[in-house]
């Protein structure tokens, strides 16, 4: 079975990788996300997850491992929201973003390191916010659940409850599609079913 690589911090990436039957290694990039620019959400998720995969290759180059890299970015009102700065950040953006919608980009770079190709995709996915009100989303933002993550929400976490429905694949609002990785990974002829750990 082939090395998989995660270039990413994100316990939520992994964890769908695993419940995908892929057993990864987590190697983070180390990329200063705050220095790339782009002009919208959908460019800035694929850059980005680009750069991750490409900082993790060199550490590989030449032996089995497949190389994942993977960013998110929420594009909401032509606003480009990625990490909120603070709890006040993140407060003032639920207090935008309930009852409306926004469209969640994840990028998506497979590297193989035996032969250097690559296969890249975004992916987006329109998430309908739910209207919790002043008091909940205070409760929400206390919790530190999303001042880690791209648009300040998670769907798989507490945040889930204010996520009124989605259009698109839920796993790409997670972090990582995981029906685009199995794409990905037949473009570089490796079968998904080939990494299915025992």
Known sequence: ?????LASASP???????????????????????????GDAGT???TLAGMKARAVLPAVAGTDALVLGCDSVLGFDGEILGKPESAAAATARWQAMRGRSGVLYTGHCLLDAATGAAAEEVVATTVHFADPDDDEIAAYVATGEPLEVAGSFTIDGRGGAFVAGIEGDHTNVVGLSVPTLRLLLARLGVPIVSLWDA
């Open 1 to 5: 079975m082939r090395t998989f690589i």
């Open 44 to 46: 800035l998720a694929g």
């Open 12 to 38: 939520a990436r992994l964890k769908l990788l695993a419940q995908a039957g892929i057993a990864a290694t987590t190697v983070v990039s180390g990329v200063d996300e705050s220095v790339v620019q782009a």
